[in-house]
Nanobody, 122 residues
Framework: EVQLQASGGGLVQAGGSLRLSCAVSGFTSDDYAIGWFRQAPGKEREGVSCMNSSDGETHYPDSVKGRFTISSDTAKNTVYLQMNSLKPEDTAVYYC???????????????WGKGTLVTVSS
């Protein structure tokens, strides 16, 4: 059974940084995609990063490019989202998700963890 557990959210001032963690377990293949998504109140879910495990290729939307970085520690089965230069509009519940298809192959992913709330104060 694939399981993902996100953690690391909290309250931070604008301009600050946070690192989210996602513990991943249950994958029987080394070839999968891990993504981070967010959803703010009243807004649609937005993908903020994605990484293919096979080659480490990463993807970011313009809204976070240059500020957010996805990375992984395979020894710990953990994926991270380093968020720098945070803005109030980054406030959202952040989710990690995984799929056996590569990043961008389709909207959404098959496996989701519970979210972690990030609040950026102005």
């Amino acid at each position: 059974e694939v399981q993902l557990q996100a953690s690391g959210g909290g309250l931070v001032q604008a301009g600050g940084s946070l690192r989210l963690s996602c513990a991943v377990s249950g994958f029987t293949s080394d070839d999968y995609a891990i993504g981070w998504f967010r959803q703010a109140p009243g807004k649609e879910r937005e993908g903020v990063s994605c990484m293919n495990s096979s080659d480490g290729e990463t993807h970011y939307p313009d809204s976070v490019k240059g500020r957010f970085t996805i990375s992984s520690d395979t020894a710990k089965n953990t994926v991270y989202l380093q968020m720098n230069s945070l803005k109030p509009e980054d406030t959202a519940v952040y989710y990690c998700a995984a799929d056996f298809l590569p990043c961008g192959a389709r909207d959404g992913m098959d496996y989701w963890g519970k979210g972690t709330l990030v609040t950026v104060s102005s």
